[in-house]
Structures are given as structure tokens and as C-alpha cells.
């Protein structure tokens, strides 16, 4: 069964500094990619997504994610955050054939300091 | 702008109480989802549905019941509620034959006593 990997359940940075944030997922088949963030109080508001195509998703908030299908991950980036971006993200990956169906990782805690 | 919306943000309930959480959305989706979220387990399925008076269990249904009689709304029941019942139940919906992108409503946070 699919699974996905979030390693990092806190990742503290500083204003302005980039940062990374790792999720890697079990299978080799084919799949749809997701990344999610939840602000306190509130639902999950989609980042990006990977569908198909360019290996390289730009999202919203200048986030960005590459596809790297032989290590199986799909990481988050960005170059510079800043104190709004603090806030709880998650990865999602769904197969082809249940695409219906998202498995989430067990999220990561970004918490931007002054 | 596409919305799901849950009856409560926050519902307190004691032991024993039969809990019913309602979701809402307006995009005319086929898909709605139930899933509880708690720390350092990220969001888990409870129960999903594919169509109106269809449903599946996800990975936890256990002490959980579900309803759709209509393709806007999906309700989530707790039959006899317990303490370990206590977590955020978030709701979402999707489009049929798509690649599973789900939208979210904002959540109920739910205490049982």
C-alpha cells in the first residue's frame, strides 16, 4: 500500500532564509502528487500539485516543488519565507488507478522566526 | 469561489452521546470525503463517498457511521461518542475521474467529556 514520509515534524527558520521541506512516498507506480497547508484554525488549502509533465510544480505563496521520480520524493521549496508562511503542511499522493484516494504524510510544522 | 462548509468549529459532547457532523459544499462534486486529524498521524480516512446513498470505509471506520442522501451534504455519525473519539474532523470533496485534488472545509474540533 501506498505511504508517504514526512521527516521532519518541525522545521524552525528564520525570516527571509530559504527553506526545504521533505516528503517522500512508497510506491514506484505511477502517481499524483500534492502538497497542502493548513494555517491555524482553518482547512487544508491546496499549494500545488503534480500531475504530469515539467518535473518542476510552481504553487502559490512563491512555493515550489520538484518531482523526482527515481528517489521517489517530492520536496517543497522556497527561497525566501516570511512569518505568514508558519503554518502546518502536508504531502498527499494518490495512485493512477485510485485516484480518488489520498494518502497523506503526517505533516510538517513550519514555524518562521523574526 | 468554491466552498465546503461544516455545521460546527467547535462541539463539546459527553460520553455516550450519538454526535452528528454535517459537511456542506456547492461545487456539485460526486466525491466527499470524512477524515480525522490528530498530531503526528496527519489526516486519516474514516469513511468516503462516492455518490448519493454510496459510501466506503477508509482506514478507520471503526465507531463511526456515515449519510448522503443528497450530493451536496455528508454527515458524519458517532453512534455511542468516547473520549478517543476527542480529535479535528475535517471534510472535503472532489470531482469524479479527476486526479484527486480535494477541497476542504474548515474543520469541527470536537471534545468528548
Known amino acids: 500500500a501506498q505511504s508517504v514520509t514526512q521527516l521532519d515534524s518541525q522545521v524552525p527558520v528564520f525570516e527571509e532564509a530559504p527553506v526545504e521541506l521533505r516528503c517522500n512516498y512508497s510506491?514506484?507506480?505511477?502517481?499524483?502528487l500534492f502538497w497542502y497547508v493548513q494555517y491555524p484554525n482553518q482547512g487544508l488549502q491546496l499549494l500545488l500539485k503534480?500531475?504530469?509533465?515539467?518535473?518542476l510544480v510552481k504553487g502559490i505563496n512563491g512555493f515550489e516543488a520538484e518531482f523526482n521520480k527515481s528517489q521517489t520524493s517530492f520536496h517543497l521549496r522556497k527561497p525566501s519565507v516570511h512569518i505568514s508562511d508558519t503554518a502546518e503542511y502536508f504531502c498527499?499522493?494518490?495512485?493512477?488507478?485510485?485516484?480518488?484516494?489520498?494518502?497523506f504524510g503526517s505533516g510538517t510544522r513550519l514555524l518562521v522566526r523574526p | 469561489d468554491v466552498k465546503v462548509t461544516q455545521s460546527s468549529r467547535y462541539l463539546v459532547k459527553r460520553t455516550g452521546e450519538k454526535v452528528f457532523l454535517e459537511c456542506v459544499q456547492d461545487?456539485?462534486?460526486?466525491?466527499m470525503f470524512w477524515y480525522r486529524q490528530d498530531p503526528g498521524l496527519g489526516l486519516r480516512l474514516i469513511y468516503f463517498?462516492?455518490?448519493?446513498?454510496?459510501?466506503e470505509k477508509g482506514d478507520i471506520p471503526e465507531g463511526y457511521s456515515v449519510s448522503r442522501e443528497k450530493k451536496e451534504r455528508f454527515s458524519l455519525i458517532l453512534e455511542s461518542a468516547s473520549t478517543n473519539q476527542t480529535s479535528m474532523y475535517l471534510c472535503?470533496?472532489?470531482?469524479?475521474?479527476?486526479?484527486?485534488?480535494?477541497?476542504f472545509g474548515p474543520g469541527t474540533r470536537l471534545t468528548v467529556l
Open positions: 503534480y500531475l504530469s509533465g515539467s518535473t
Open positions: 510506491s514506484s507506480v505511477s502517481v499524483y
Open positions: 472535503a470533496s472532489s470531482s469524479a475521474g479527476g486526479p484527486g485534488e480535494q477541497f
Open positions: 463517498s462516492y455518490d448519493v446513498k454510496m459510501k
Open positions: 498527499a499522493v494518490s495512485d493512477h488507478d485510485s485516484s480518488y484516494k489520498l494518502i
Open positions: 461545487m456539485d462534486h460526486e466525491n
